[in-house]
């Protein structure tokens, strides 16, 4: 660098060079544009540009914070009469300057003042009327070579910047044990990457942008030296910026705490915050999540830590709240009442295929039912809560989950699909028919429960839980079954319905094709008198022509705004286990031999027998 680069330089960086540039770009603007500049804080329900400055403060004591850089501002103010005009401050500093290029002091100075500018705009930000230190986001994920990170977690980071909502500065880096470069990663996840149907423009260039800050580091899951490695990698991008840095664990079980430690020691910001993103599963039991938890608590802070469920994520999860507490006629309904029983069903139409070594670990319950269909439950009955803040209702959830019975064996039946051979011909294999399965495995495939709450909203309500792999269909609902009409006039009428099966029934699908619909009785319209069961129906696709948003994208984006109100508290966790560890204690301390049923089945018949002990029966058989 030559003599007058180097003066320039320092005059662009010194704070009253700096303050002069500031000083320049505000005047400039407020003549272009006189209204007043909007606070840049966004709430989460404007889901136009969800960049939230107050969420990107930092979480560590060591960052600056708006305040002090606030206060920094008001003494530069009392200073600023006895400081030097900038003038006077250039022509100080750029003698030498002038005398090598024959270029005047003021000419520098000009030159100083614009190159200010630009490092003010590149460097600096304006957040409630002050300029402050631009902050730069560092995603990782660790287990970047994973199918979870190139299937769904690289597509939703693309999503969320093609829809302008990753912060304007930012960098992706892969790590894995696996030997790449940068390129091999680039080439490896742009395949999976798609534009929004509805909104294409420009994709490719977006795309090629993405890829391009996109870089891999390769080394092991707990290794300090590897994530130093990191770390220096990461500040060389992250120069002159307040550093925030994600890390999401897409890794086994086995190696999150390495991995968490790894991180504290070596990979953590300095200047802004640190968060970690824990992939299900959260343990095995009630020990086993509990020790987890208190591991993870060695090297982070409960605030730093999001254990994700990507259920909680799905457009009609969180759209749960808004259909109880934001409609009248609703809410009064939602009680013992007038419910009769809910139904949480789940139901995937294909085996483990190739999944079975992992799967055959954890089983239907630990894998579905103990995260996330007890989440869509906790969400359906809880309380309204104080306010929509993420502690407010998790505390809700806490309390229906510290309200609910334990299962028990006698109130759940677990099986395992067989093999079958189809009416056209085609085979399929059983659970135990898949190499990387034991063939002596008793694994649950299916799993069905009768839960309780015990409280004074849903005392003596039968929630119904149910998941299966390899039925007849793939799908993932609510069903609320009303109580019957007192007295009803059409109970027996003259044609022989009987209208009392036929109670009304609220569905919410969650998935796919998204829909809410109310099945009502309706009379045919004619000269004669026939009842007929209808359904007022919203379908998402037909109603909202644009593509939805994958749960991961949702997920990420809160997790970026330190919005937690979709992830899962220690507490929860702890009450989420508390249900299902007995149940799960007794099925492997006995031995249980699970029933069988067919691919593509409806299920086993035990699941029709512990509906019918609860005088239920399932709405998705109907």
């Known amino acids: 660098m030559d003599a007058s680069t180097r003066a ?14 500031h000083n320049l770009r505000r005047s400039v603007r407020v003549a272009a544009a006189p209204q007043p500049l909007p606070h840049l804080t966004t709430s989460r329900s404007s889901r136009t540009s969800r960049k939230s400055s107050q969420s990107m403060l930092p979480e560590s004591p060591q960052s600056p914070g708006i305040a002090a850089v606030a206060g920094k501002k008001k003494r530069a103010s009392r200073s ?28 520098h100075a000009a030159a100083a003042t614009a190159g200010a500018a630009a490092i003010v705009e590149q460097m600096y930000e304006e957040v409630d009327g002050h300029m402050v230190p631009a902050r730069m986001l560092t995603f990782t994920i660790v287990g970047a070579s994973g199918d979870l990170a190139r299937k769904k977690i690289f597509p939703a980071l693309f999503a969320l910047y093609y829809e302008g909502c990753l912060p304007k500065r930012f960098q992706i880096f892969g790590y894995a044990r696996s030997k790449m470069d940068d390129a091999q990663l680039r080439e490896l996840i742009s395949t999976t990457l798609t534009c929004r149907i509805d909104k294409s423009d420009d994709c490719g260039d977006k795309m090629d942008y993405f890829l391009e800050r996109c870089f891999y580091h390769s080394g092991q899951y707990d ?26 664990l897409a890794i086994p079980p086995n ?7 790894s991180v504290s020691l070596a990979a953590t910001s300095q200047t802004g915050y640190t968060r970690v993103i824990v992939e299900k599963p959260f343990g095995r039991d009630s020990e086993s999540s509990a020790q987890l938890t208190q591991q993870l608590g060695q090297h982070f802070t409960e605030d730093q830590i999001y254990r994700i469920d990507h259920y909680l994520g799905k457009e009609l999860v969180e759209n749960l709240l808004v259909l109880r507490f934001s409609n009248l006629v609703f809410e009064p309904l939602w009680s013992r009442q007038y419910i009769r029983n809910v139904q949480i069903i789940f139901s995937e139409d294909f085996g483990t295929e190739g999944r079975g070594g992992y799967f055959d670990h954890y089983g239907i319950i630990r894998d579905i039912m103990q995260n996330h269909l007890l989440q869509i439950l906790t969400l359906f009955a809880m309380e309204p809560p104080v306010s929509l803040s993420a502690d407010d209702i998790i505390n ?16 759940a039946v677990v099986a395992q699909y067989k093999g079958h051979v189809s009416k056209s011909g085609c085979k399929y294999e059983g659970y135990t028919d898949d190499p990387t399965v034991p063939d002596n495995s008793i694994t649950p495939t299916f799993a069905a429960a009768a839960m309780f709450i015990d409280n004074a909203r849903w005392d003596g309500v039968p929630f119904l839980m149910k998941a299966g792999k390899a039925l007849h269909d793939l799908r993932c609902e609510i069903r609320v079954q009303f109580r019957h009409v007192p007295g ?10 009987d209208v009392d099966l036929c109670t009304n029934e609220l569905v919410i699908r969650l998935q796919p094709n998204e829909a809410i619909y109310l099945k009502i009785n309706n009379k045919v ?24 948003p994958d749960a991961y994208e949702r997920l990420l984006l809160d997790a970026m705004e330190g919005d937690k109100r979709l992830f899962i508290r220690s507490d929860e966790l702890e009450a989420a286990w508390n249900i299902f560890t007995p149940l799960l204690q007794d099925l492997e301390k006995k031995h249980l031999a699970p029933e069988l049923y067919p691919y593509g089945s409806r299920g086993p018949i035990g699941a029709h027998y512990l509906a019918a002990k609860h005088n239920v029966r399932w709405g998705d058989l109907s």
């Open 8 to 21: 320039a330089l320092s005059h662009a960086l010194h704070p009253t060079t700096l303050l002069t540039a």
């Open 223 to 248: 290794s300090e030296d590897s994530f130093a490695g990191l770390d220096k990698r990461m500040k060389e991008l992250e120069a002159g910026y307040i550093a925030d840095r994600m890390y999401y």
């Open 525 to 548: 319209p004619g000269l004669d008198f026939r009842l007929d069961r209808s359904r007022l129906n919203l379908r998402y696709i037909d109603r909202y022509q644009h593509e939805l």
């Open 396 to 411: 809700e959830k806490v309390k229906v989950l510290r309200s609910m019975r334990q299962v028990k064996l006698e109130d």
């Open 488 to 497: 009803n006039l059409y109970q027996h009428n003259m044609f022989g319905v």
């Open 255 to 261: 190696v999150f705490v390495p991995a968490a430690r």
């Open 80 to 107: 600023r009469a006895s400081s030097p005009p900038p003038q006077a401050v250039v022509s100080d500093q750029f003698p030498a300057a002038a005398e090598e290029t024959g270029i005047s002091a003021d000419a």
